[in-house]
């Protein structure tokens, strides 16, 4: 509190300017960078105002547009495909696979076309994607990829940190996540060109990068929510091993109770538990998930069912022709099979999650 009052006190909310000397950003901006890239052990961190910006950065300095397809999941916040129409281009959805709930690269690959020219893979709930897969399809077709690691900050796919094997990879600092600052996000690279581009696209690049031809928009972080951010980042991992050593707790519980089946950390990954997702067998419990869920909230513990309606469902897409029926594996889980909650993390003890148990037991 007493450093947020100096900030207050200096007057200096922002230290972007639309120019070119002023494309950096203030200290704390500046800061938190530099802390970003030494933790992935990346040449550039370039923060902005949101995980969605990022992404919407992330496709224009990769250079897709009109006319392009992006590979994307139909089962992730909408953003994760509504930056593909915000570049004019056209979202393609593959489904998803039945353990991780993440992105498969069997039917990427089925759904490539020579428009193709990107993928976003979704570390969704926290569990990296799998980035061989998706990598070698890639390399394959020239594809560039834009990982979404809104979710899985700190997650890693064997022994590397998600978000570093893409071209880029994008991270939140929404209210939600594990850094939340509010509103915020961050974009890794190692690609100089990707780098100048995303600066160009988060500070007016027309003014303050006008040889690139860019068009800049105001995607900038203030210098209250980067020290939000950086306090944070201080505790990350600790706050993480919590999450993971309470989850560990309810896993082992649940896969004692016939019909659910917790979720899955596969060999070689680390799993940060962003949200923590649940098949349900409504054949082998003896109700529904529906009725599950009700009686779970009337006690007091919230688990949400179905987690979101697959992005293509959406109205904004009946122009491309998607309906019922296009991704089923993620039509299911959003309909009858997954449960999902967000608050196996701090404060919350072990005895909280003994009694989270015990109500788990009295609803069925």
Known sequence: MKEIDKILDSKILSGF????????GGRYVQALESQFKAYFGVRYAISLNSATAALHAALVACGIGKGDEVIVTPYSFSSSA?????????????????????????????LITPRTKAIIPVHLC?????MRGITSVAAQYHLKIIEDAAQAIGATYKGRYVGTMGHCGV????????????????????????????????????????????VGYNYRLCELEAFLALEQFKVLDKMTDIRIELTSQ????????????????KKGCKHVFYTYAVKFDEDIVGISR??????MINSGVYFGKGYVKPLYLLPIYKKFGYGKGLCPVAERFYERELIVTDIFKYPLTKSDVCGIIEKVRSCL
């Open 126 to 130: 926290g569990h990296p994607a799998d």
């Open 17 to 24: 300017r639309g120019t070119p000397a002023g494309h950096l």
């Open 171 to 214: 991270f939140s600092f929404n209210q939600s996540k594990h850094i939340n600052t509010g509103e915020g996000g961050m974009l890794i690279t190692n690609d100089d060109d990707i780098a100048r581009k995303v600066r160009a696209v988060r500070n007016h690049g027309e003014i303050s990068d006008p040889e690139l031809e860019i």
């Open 82 to 110: 509504s930056c593909v129409l915000m570049v004019g281009a056209t979202p393609v959805f593959a489904d998803i696979e039945e353990d991780t709930f993440c992105i498969d690269p069997i039917k990427v690959l089925q």
């Open 290 to 295: 529906d009725e599950f869920q009700d009686r």
């Open 250 to 265: 309810m896993s082992e519980a649940l896969s004692k109770i016939p019909g659910f089946t917790p979720p899955v950390t």
